[in-house]
Structure formats: C-alpha cells, structure tokens
Nanobody, 130 residues
Framework: QVQLVESGGGLVQAGGSLRLSCAPS?????????MGWFRQTPGEEREFVAAVTWDGGRSGYADSVKGRFTISRDNRNAAYLQMNSLKPEDTAVYYC???????????????????????WGQGTQVTVSS
C-alpha cells in the first residue's frame, strides 16, 4: 500500500508563493508513481491542477495555473508543487494523488482525470488573501 503525506499549505497574501510537498510512504512507496495535484473548494468537484510522470519527463497543467505553478519530482519519489503569483481564486484544499507507473508509452491525458489515480493524500489547505 502507498500513503501520501502532504505538507506546505498555509495562508499567503495575493502575489505570494507556497510550495507543496507530497511524500509517498508505506510498504509499496518504492514503486514508480505517476503523480498529480488536484484542488477542491466547498460544493465544487475536485479540479485538476498539474500532473507529472514517474520520471519527471512529462508534465501538464490546468490553464488556470500555467505559467504560475510548477510540478516537479525528486529521486525519492516525492512530488512538489511550486505555486507563484498566487491569486484569491487559488484558495482551496489541495490533494496529492498517485498511480503506479502505467508504462513508457502510456498516454499522458488520463493523468488529468481524478479517476485515474489510486492513492490520495489527506489534503492541505491553501488560503490566498486579497
């Protein structure tokens, strides 16, 4: 099993930055994982933010965060979301998600969908004040 431990959320003023971290743990935390970040506000569906493949070779972003957010990996299988130029509309609970490596020629597009992922973090609150 894989558990995802998130950290880095908090309160920041508009225009500021935060860096979210997601570290896999558990008996299968060593396996290669494609990973993504989603966010959710009360009464809304979970929304795709960014995703990255197991090796960091491919990544994708929601239009609303392109040019402001950067997703990355490290050699310990963790994932990060650097969020710059934050806006009040970025306020949400942010969730890390992971799915075991789907193969070297797998289509990237499914990583934009929450249904693709098998493992989820507990969520971390990000609040951007105006």
């Amino acid at each position: 099993q894989v558990q995802l431990v998130e950290s880095g959320g908090g309160l920041v003023q508009a225009g500021g930055s935060l860096r979210l971290s997601c570290a896999p743990s558990g008996r299968r935390s060593y396996i290669s994982l494609d990973m993504g970040w989603f966010r959710q506000t009360p009464g809304e569906e979970r929304e795709f933010v960014a995703a990255v493949t197991w090796d960091g070779g491919r990544s994708g972003y929601a239009d609303s965060v392109k040019g402001r957010f950067t997703i990355s990996r490290d050699n310990r299988n963790a994932a990060y979301l650097q969020m710059n130029s934050l806006k009040p509309e970025d306020t949400a609970v942010y969730y890390c998600a992971a799915v075991p490596f789907r193969g070297p020629d797998s289509n990237f597009h499914p990583l934009l969908s929450a249904e693709t992922y098998e493992y989820w973090g507990q969520g971390t609150q990000v609040t951007v004040s105006s």
